[in-house]
């Protein structure tokens, strides 16, 4: 193992395995939309848990660019039982709120351990995260709003 700094590591390992535990979450909601006939719903949903994949990969190829091995952390696991498709996004609003924060901390660390490299990586997966914040709040406000009708144009 080369000189990695330390915090950096454990903040970018963080980092990966809520990547991990969000393609768990995504991926099992994608079948479970599927199965309910929300075809377009579930193609978003698989559709960012492919994003949230690429994350984890950037993530685990920078640390071991760093001479470290990803360290093998508990993952968040699916909650079983969110059948309701607004349970769902309501879910995954709340898992990118909580990425975002975890984005922007972790960012500010690179910068005062001076390792802008980690850094550039963190801010292009940030503004990912934040594209599928808003993604996710227009839905949202938009089922509140419109009801069955966005439903059934949208999601379906
Ligand atoms: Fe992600
Ligand atoms: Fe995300």
């Given amino acids: 193992m080369k000189n990695v700094n330390e915090k950096v590591y454990k903040m970018l390992c963080e980092v ?6 969000a393609v768990g979450i995504y991926m099992d909601q994608h079948t479970k939309c599927e199965d309910l006939g929300l075809k377009k719903l579930a193609e978003i949903l698989e559709k960012d848990a492919i994003d949230e994949m690429k994350h984890a990969e950037i993530l685990a190829e920078r640390i071991l660019f760093l001479g470290a091995r990803v360290k093998n952390q508990k993952h968040e696991l699916p909650v079983e039982k969110q059948v309701d498709p607004v349970e769902m996004l309501k879910l995954n609003i709340d898992i990118e709120i909580k990425a975002i924060a975890r984005l922007n901390e972790g960012i500010t660390t690179c910068f ?45």
């Fill in 16 to 21: 990966h395995t809520a990547e991990i535990g």
């Fill in 112 to 156: 005062n351990e001076k390792d802008h490299g980690s850094r550039m990586l963190l801010e292009e997966i940030l503004k990912s995260e934040e594209e599928h914040l808003s993604d996710l709040q227009t839905m949202v406000s938009n089922i509140e709003k419109y009801g069955d009708t966005y439903v059934v144009s949208h999601l379906m």
